[in-house]
């Protein structure tokens, strides 16, 4: 009998010593992946992911990394220091792609991957052109020379952009904008001299919830001038995609249950968006969704007539061929 307790206690013994130490050789700890963005564009789908612990379900231990300069968000990605980055303009990238390929003499091997790409659309706009509610303008055509602020872009696009999309109503020459700062954008239309202004969410939102102001036109270079607009495009390294594959199949699978779940449900999209974009509770409910397409469906052909479009408004320096050069992400097949 005691050599039967003897070994039930041996026994016991071995059980807890197993339990206290499998966890750290056989349980696989979750990999970290430095998630850089910049909290003023149009990354829904990755707030929500990690607003419903989507990433954790995967293994994955997401890190935030906030950034306020789109170059030094890009060197981080380039050389390692975060995975992954939501999101750039996509004029911004083709300027890149552009200036490297220049640089390479165009044998060259991007560092970074498309992996999402976001959209204004004329049935989906992200944007618009307003005017103080009270204003006398009330059609499109009355901006005839008068000044329509538009916040600066790391490319100039949108003023380019906006000049020849009104051009269907107003004489270009005719077309008066304003380049003015995000930090100046609250008080914007309190200047008598701008008379409009284009903007896109979350500053529109900001504005139209705050009151005395309206909607002139939704989107304009949606509406007159490129029908899906790319806004934005998130991309992962290279490295990444390479060194650690496993972690990099399940940031794709937890950013794809993330799109599934939160197309179906966009008001919980939206409430997921107030810490992360700095909106409050009410603006949170009321900012719009833009557009998204997948590394499997990014419309290629659409991206190139946009880096065509940017050629021909003097955006980019010289024709650029995008199919075919390795920014899109094409793992996982």
């Not at 963005?37 to 612990?53: E, K």
């Not at 789109?70 to 990605?77: F, G, K, N, P, T």
């Not at 103080?132 to 303008?137: L, M, T, V």
């Not at 102001?213 to 790319?230: C, G, K, R, V």
């Amino acid at each position: 009998m005691q050599k039967l307790v003897t070994f039930l206690i041996f026994l016991l013994i071995v059980v807890l010593i197993a339990l206290v130490t499998i966890p750290q050789w056989a349980v696989k700890k979750p990999d970290k992946v430095l998630i850089g963005h910049f909290p003023d564009v149009p990354n829904c789908w990755l707030y929500f992911g990690l607003d419903q612990g989507l990433f954790e379900k995967y293994k994955l231990e997401p890190k935030l990394i906030e950034f306020s300069s789109y170059e030094e968000a890009l060197d981080s990605l380039q050389n390692g220091r975060i995975d992954c980055f939501f999101s750039f303009p996509w004029s911004f990238l083709l300027q890149e792609m552009a200036d490297t390929l220049t640089e390479m003499e165009g044998d060259t091997v991007h560092l970074q991957k498309a992996i999402m790409s976001f959209y204004s659309t004329s049935e989906k706009p992200y944007g618009a052109l307003v005017v103080p509610e009270k204003s006398a303008i009330t059609d499109v055509k009355k901006l005839s020379r008068k000044k329509i602020g538009v916040v600066r872009h790391p490319c100039a696009e949108l003023e380019a952009l906006l000049v020849r999309a009104l051009q269907q109503e107003i004489s270009p020459r005719n077309v008066h904008t304003e380049s003015v700062e995000k930090s100046q954008v609250s008080s914007l239309l309190e200047d008598k001299e701008i008379s409009s202004a284009l903007l896109y969410e979350p500053n529109l939102v900001r504005m139209l919830q705050r009151g005395k102001t309206q909607i002139l036109q939704e989107d304009p270079i949606s509406s007159y001038l490129i029908d899906a607009y790319p806004l934005q495009v998130a991309c992962i390294s290279t490295s990444f995609l390479t060194k650690k594959s496993e972690a990099a199949l399940n940031f794709r699978n937890a950013l794809e249950e993330s799109l599934q779940f939160g197309d179906l449900n966009e008001a919980d999209v939206r409430g997921s968006l107030a810490d992360y974009m700095n909106l409050t509770t009410s603006e949170s409910r009321k900012v719009r969704l833009p557009l998204f397409e997948t590394y499997e469906t990014i419309d290629r052909d659409a991206i190139q007539n946009f880096a065509d479009l940017l050629t021909s408004e003097g955006v980019l320096p010289d024709t650029l061929e995008t199919q075919g050069q390795g920014i899109f992400f094409d793992m996982f097949e």
